[in-house]
Nanobody, 123 residues
Framework: QLQLVESGGGLVQPGGSLRLSCAASGRTLSGFAIGWFRQAPGKEREFVAAINVDNGGKYTDYSIMGRFTISRDNTKSTVYLQMNNLQIEDTAVYYC????????????????WGQGTQVTVSS
């Protein structure tokens, strides 16, 4: 059973940066794809970025491309989301999800989820 724990959220001013972490436990991440999603109040969970843990292949939503970068450290069983030039509309709870197949942007396709970490962008 795969457990995922997000951390690194917080309050930041517009233009600021945060790095989120998704730490895995319970089993190796080999064979998994890990995705970052976010959910703002009253909105559906939306895809941000995903990475294939084995080969490092990535897929990033076009709306945040150039500002957010997904990466992984297999020695730490951790996937990161570096977020730069944060904007007010980036405010949301950020979740990481895991699935034992390839990268996909549909949240319903992910089997394992963390509890989420709050990111608030405000002046």
């Amino acid at each position: 059973q795969l457990q995922l724990v997000e951390s690194g959220g917080g309050l930041v001013q517009p233009g600021g940066s945060l790095r989120l972490s998704c730490a895995a436990s319970g089993r190796t991440l080999s064979g998994f794809a890990i995705g970052w999603f976010r959910q703002a109040p009253g909105k559906e969970r939306e895809f941000v970025a995903a990475i294939n843990v084995d080969n490092g292949g990535k897929y990033t939503d076009y709306s945040i491309m150039g500002r957010f970068t997904i990466s992984r450290d297999n020695t730490k069983s951790t996937v990161y989301l570096q977020m730069n030039n944060l904007q007010i509309e980036d405010t949301a709870v950020y979740y990481c999800g895991g699935r034992g197949e390839g990268i996909i942007s549909t949240p319903e396709a992910y089997d394992y989820w963390g509890q989420g970490t709050q990111v608030t962008v405000s002046s």
